[in-house]
């Protein structure tokens, strides 16, 4: 599967410049707001972005609505096959996690979850 999945993502890679990018760690929305608090325009920014979440509204955690991710899908415009990356368990998060994912430049393509 792994294999299959890897000769997939090198036929759509571009070989151009690569960029190194990691996610942070997260962060909830009382850090988000702390931070560069005396920075005024900032302030307004963040505020601005989170909404209600900015004035301590973050809806309802019993919310029986959730969305758990269980597949990550690239769909190419063409005669591409479509990148599958398998969430629902170790393997599927660290091939994702590892490799990434480059997409050539011009090629269209959409997202599914």
Do not use: C, H, W
Not at 39 to 46: A, H, N, P, T
Not at 49 to 59: F, I, Y
């Amino acid at each position: 599967q792994e294999a299959k999945v890897r000769a997939r993502m090198a036929a759509n890679v571009d070989q151009g410049p690569s960029y190194n990018a990691s996610a942070s760690a997260s962060k909830n929305v009382s850090e988000l707001l702390s931070a560069d608090a005396e920075d005024e325009s900032l302030r307004k920014y963040k505020e601005q972005l989170l909404g209600a979440a900015a004035k301590g509204d973050l809806g309802d955690a019993n919310d029986p609505r959730k969305l758990i991710v269980t597949e990550f899908r690239v769909m190419f415009n063409g005669p591409q096959p479509d990148l599958v990356f398998t969430l629902d368990n170790a393997a599927g998060m660290m091939l994702l996690s590892q490799n990434g994912m480059a997409i050539k430049e011009g090629v269209e393509y959409k997202f599914r979850l």
